[in-house]
Nanobody
Framework: QVQLVESGGGLVQPGGSLRLSCAAS????????MAWYRQAPGKQREWVAE???????NYADSVEGRFTISRDNFKNTTYLQMNSLKPEDTAVYYC??????????WGQGTQVTVSS
């Protein structure tokens, strides 16, 4: 079992920044990659970014160049630095710990609202 706790969401104006955190605990040795997803009201959950156990990162086209995923192995924490935020970035952001391609663990989500 892996437990994930997200934090760092909130209300920010367009063009602003937020940093999300995802603290992992439990059987973290089984985690192959960490990812962030988001779900806006009335829309399907979408993948945002991923960082592998080797440190490789990938981003959705919609956030490339604005968001940065990183991790602190000593703290077992994954981060999502979000800059130049847009109203369309408004969503609940979820942390995901990938164990295998078709299985992983989800955090509880944290709300990000971009509005003036």
């Amino acid at each position: 079992q892996v437990q994930l706790v997200e934090s760092g969401g909130g209300l920010v104006q367009p063009g602003g920044s937020l940093r999300l955190s995802c603290a992992a605990s439990g059987s973290i040795s089984f985690i192959n990659a960490m990812a962030w997803y988001r779900q806006a009201p009335g829309k399907q959950r979408e993948w945002v970014a991923e960082i592998t156990s080797g440190g490789s990162t990938n981003y959705a086209d919609s956030v490339e160049g604005r968001f940065t995923i990183s991790r602190d192995n000593f703290k077992n924490t994954t981060y999502l630095q979000m800059n130049s935020l847009k109203p369309e970035d408004t969503a609940v952001y979820y942390c995901f710990a990938k164990v295998v391609a078709t299985f992983g663990y989800w955090g509880q989500g944290t709300q990000v609202t971009v509005s003036s």
